[in-house]
């Protein structure tokens, strides 16, 4: 081959570094899909049939696609989004709780102090005064 004399880094040198026809990006798989669709409209009440008919999978393959792509369930999924969004909220907020709750998608704010104290070990008021950086209403 002829590499011995020269080594491989003179081999590399020549070779062309870009690819001279973009590359086609890969198609979002049918769980970021939905998963973007759900954060789009966490207040929705969303059921796995109505997941299932919009990613045009039986019920059980959603379920099983969706907890090969995520790692839980697509309502583990949904709980954990929309505590991600009432901890921004709250951070970056001075919305009533009421509101705040019904923005994250939580369907009162009793649901909304119970998914805090269950998961984070905290109200949500008591998480307000330790991470608020809100100056100005979103």
């Known amino acids: 081959f ?12 020549r070779q ?14 049918v769980v970021a899909r939905l998963q973007e669709r759900m954060s ?9 049939l109505e ?19 995520a790692g839980c369930t697509p309502g583990q999924w949904l709980a954990e989004a929309r505590l991600a969004e009432a901890r921004r909220l709250l951070e970056h907020s001075q919305l009533k709780l009421t509101d705040l709750a019904e923005r994250s998608g939580f369907a009162s704010v009793e649901t909304l102090r119970r998914q805090f104290q269950q998961r984070l070990g905290v109200s ?13 209403e979103l």
Request: with cysteine; hydrophobic share 40%.
């Open 16 to 29: 062309a570094q870009f690819v001279d026809r973009p590359v086609a990006p890969r198609p979002r798989s």
């Open 124 to 136: 949500p008021a008591a998480y307000r005064r330790r991470f608020s950086c809100a100056s100005e």
């Open 51 to 69: 997941l299932a008919r919009e990613a045009a999978l039986s019920e059980r393959s959603l379920l099983r696609r969706f907890h090969e792509a």
């Open 40 to 48: 789009a409209n966490l207040a929705h009440r969303w059921t796995l």
């Open 2 to 13: 002829g590499l011995s004399s020269r080594g491989l880094g003179d081999v590399y040198k």
